[in-house]
């Protein structure tokens, strides 16, 4: 088959316009879009607008009840039966603190080494001034428009998990029609591959609250005859897991669909970071869950395809310097289970709830913080494989396919809801350091997953 001499054209292109991209990107970040603290969420919706705007698209702020507004943008191509891209991205990003790890101002794009460093320049704001980038490189080339109709969807609530997406996806559903849809983000692995995902663990978020007395008692006179709500709240969360790490709440397993033969096929196909994983973490074999027997695919298998229940935070009592003899009169865990397909953190919600009741602490406070449910994508669905196809002709190397990751998003609402497949050429690389101080891209793989990306969209007519 003869290359296609526009792909040699959107190279030049993106290449030749990256830095005034650059200067759109620096302007985003600029803006401190923190969800978590509810900060400059509708002025960066407006700015994502006016970007769509300049790269030649419609664009609106949708409102959402109680939740910063949808950033939405379209655009129509001359030829009305084209095909349909729909993007999903976000445009808040996670807290810059602890601030004296930056080594330069989190909300200001700084330039060194030949990387770019910001909070959201990777996650998720460089995503979306890369896809714009690409559609401006297509126009480029041909003749002004593009081949297929386009939607942008950047929503303003997806590091703080999405809980306004189900209202808004339910509510514009016909707006959202499309038959593929580009992720919010991806890149390369630790190999320097392109690498594809075609599926997100879900997850279901709490709060345990437990309180006993009215305050805090002197533990020398309280001790043997006052309730303490730190061994409360231990012997709740005993039954919720074994010593064997399997989560105790009846049914919980029954829906967890395990990794099939494809999937195993994709994971061994993988580069295996078990050792590195090791050492960063100071383990032997033996102290990995599950022992010696947690190596090779089967580490793979489990960091993904496993149902999980982790508690990520206690308080309870006296935590400072010292000793207080008190009995505590309040306790506190945050705690997440990451799910698989087919699992519903609605009832995982309701299971738990029901559980600490039937074994005698339903005076436990859960608060339900929110959820996303797992997603899948057939990693063989003809979007998904040309997308691999395409990245030999940007990286010399076709990309490899994820069959899920064990992070969470709300992806199912695109994948199941509107049934679309999805895929997700970006910009990252694995120092990305994503919520962390010092996050940043590498100005080589902006340009390689820009043009990753326009030569899929390019070529969408290869699909039958």
Known sequence: MPTDPRLAQIDTYI?????????????LCAIPSVSAKKQSLEPCAEFVCSLYQKAGLTARTIPIPNAPPIAFGEYRSPNPDAKTV?????????????LELWDSDPFTLTFRDEKAFARGVGDDKGHIVSRLLA????????????????????????????????????????????????????????????????????????????????????????GSILPNAAWRLVWALSKLKDSNERILIPGHYDKAKPASARDIELLAALPNDYE?????????????????????????????FEPTLTV??????????????????????????????????EE????????????????????????????????????????????????????????????????????????????????EYPGVRAHAPNENIRLADFNLGTSHLAHLLIQLDRIA
């Not at 999903?88 to 810059?96: E, G, L, R, T």
Request: net charge negative.
């Open 15 to 27: 290449a030749e316009h990256r830095d005034t991209a650059l200067t759109d990107l620096a302007e």
């Open 86 to 98: 729909l993007f999903y991205n976000h445009y808040d990003v996670q807290p810059a603190e602890p």
């Open 135 to 222: 559609l401006n490189a297509i126009r480029a080339v041909n003749g002004g428009e593009l081949p297929f109709h386009v939607k942008f969807v950047s929503e303003g609530e997806e590091e703080v998990g999405s809980p306004h997406i189900a209202s808004f996806m339910e509510a514009e559903r016909d707006t959202l029609q499309a038959d593929y849809c580009i992720w919010e983000e991806g890149g390369v692995n630790e190999e320097g591959a392109p690498y594809l995902y075609c599926g997100m663990r879900g997850i279901a978020y709490f709060e345990l609250h437990v309180k006993t007395i009215a305050y805090d008692a002197h533990s020398g006179f309280g």
């Open 276 to 304: 590195e994983t090791r050492e960063q973490f100071g383990l032997s074999e033996a102290e990995f869950l599950g022992g010696s027997a947690t190596t090779g695919v089967e580490y793979l298998r489990r960091s993904v």
């Open 312 to 345: 990520c935070g206690l308080d309870s009592g006296w935590q400072g310097t010292g000793a207080k003899t008190v009995l505590p009169s309040e306790a506190h865990a945050k705690m997440d289970f990451r799910l698989v397909p087919d699992q519903d953190p």
């Open 348 to 427: 995982v919600y309701q299971s738990l709830k029901a559980w600490l009741q039937q074994e005698g602490f339903g005076d436990i406070e859960v608060r339900y913080l929110g959820g996303q449910r797992p997603a899948r994508v057939d990693p063989d669905h003809p979007f998904v494989q040309l997308a691999a196809d395409v990245a030999q002709e940007v990286y010399g190397r076709r990309a490899v396919i994820t069959p899920i990751v064990g992070g969470s998003g709300p992806m199912w609402w695109f994948s199941n809801f509107l049934g679309l497949p999805i895929t997700a050429p970006g910009i």
